[in-house]
C-alpha cells in the first residue's frame, strides 16, 4: 500500500512511502486488541480504594440487643453493616490491576490497531519538520492543512520534540506520542495517525524484528 507522503502545509511532497503489508496489511485480529486495551487500562488504575470494615470503625462493641425475640435481624454491636453507619461488607481494599501479556500477543495487537487504521484510510505520512518554539497555532495550522482539523489526532515523531509536545498539550483532541511508545490504545482511541516518516522506519523497526 502506497502513501503520498506530505508537508506540514498539506502539500504533495512527490515521494511516496510504501506501508509494511506484515504491519499494516494483516487481517485483524479482534481478541488481542480486547486483551492488550484491557491491559492498559488496568495498568492506569490506582488500586487505593478502600472502605472500612466493621472491625475497622470506632465504636462500642457492646451488644445493642438480644440475639432472638427482637423482631428484626440478628445484628451485634453499632459498627453491625446493618447498622447505619456501620463497617461495610466485603468493601473494596487496595489491590494491583496489572496483569502480563506475552509480548506477541501485544505486537500482534498493535499489527491489528494499524491494520485496521490502514483499512480505513486513517494514516497520514508527513516529512519530518520540527518547531522553533512552542505555538499552539502553529500547530493548528498544520491540522487545518492536513484537513484533520477537529479530529482526534495522533502525532508519532522518531524522538522527544519538547516544543512539539507542547505546541499540542492544550488541544483537548491531539496527542503527541514516540513512535517507540506507540500502543494498541493510543491507536484506536484515535480518529487519524499522523507519523513522520521517521517515525514510520521506527515502527517498523520494532514491529519486525
Known amino acids: ?3 503520498s507522503v506530505l508537508n506540514i502545509k498539506g502539500q504533495e511532497t512527490g515521494r511516496t512511502v510504501t506501508l509494511n503489508d506484515d504491519i499494516y496489511g494483516i487481517e485483524p485480529n479482534d481478541h488481542v486488541l480486547y ?3 484491557k491491559q492498559y487500562l488496568a495498568n492506569q488504575r490506582q488500586g487505593t480504594a478502600k472502605a472500612k470494615e466493621r472491625s475497622e470503625h470506632a465504636g462500642s462493641t457492646r451488644k445493642l440487643g438480644r440475639q432472638k425475640g427482637g423482631g428484626g435481624a ?4 453499632i459498627n453491625s453493616p446493618l447498622m ?3 463497617g461495610r461488607v466485603f468493601g473494596p481494599r487496595p ?3 496489572r496483569f502480563k501479556l506475552n509480548k506477541k500477543v501485544k505486537e ?3 499489527k491489528s490497531a494499524l491494520s485496521y487504521k490502514a483499512q480505513e484510510n486513517a494514516i497520514i505520512i508527513i516529512e519530518d519538520f520540527t518547531m522553533d518554539a512552542p505555538k499552539t497555532k502553529e500547530f493548528l495550522n498544520i491540522t487545518k492543512n492536513l484537513k484533520v482539523e477537529g479530529k482526534k489526532l495522533l502525532m508519532v515523531l522518531p524522538e522527544a520534540n519538547k516544543n512539539v509536545y507542547l505546541s499540542a498539550r492544550n488541544l483537548q483532541r491531539s496527542e503527541v506520542i514516540l513512535a517507540s511508545s506507540l500502543n494498541t490504545y493510543k491507536v484506536l482511541n484515535a480518529d487519524v495517525l499522523v507519523v513522520t516518516e521517521n517515525s514510520l522506519k521506527t515502527i517498523d523497526g520494532i514491529l519486525t524484528k
Request: hydrophobic share 30%.
Open 95 to 97: 489491590r494491583d490491576y
Open 35 to 37: 486483551l492488550d486495551v
Open 108 to 110: 500482534l495487537a498493535r
Open 84 to 86: 447505619k453507619g456501620g
Open 1 to 3: 500500500m502506497e502513501i
Open 74 to 77: 440478628r445484628h451485634g454491636d
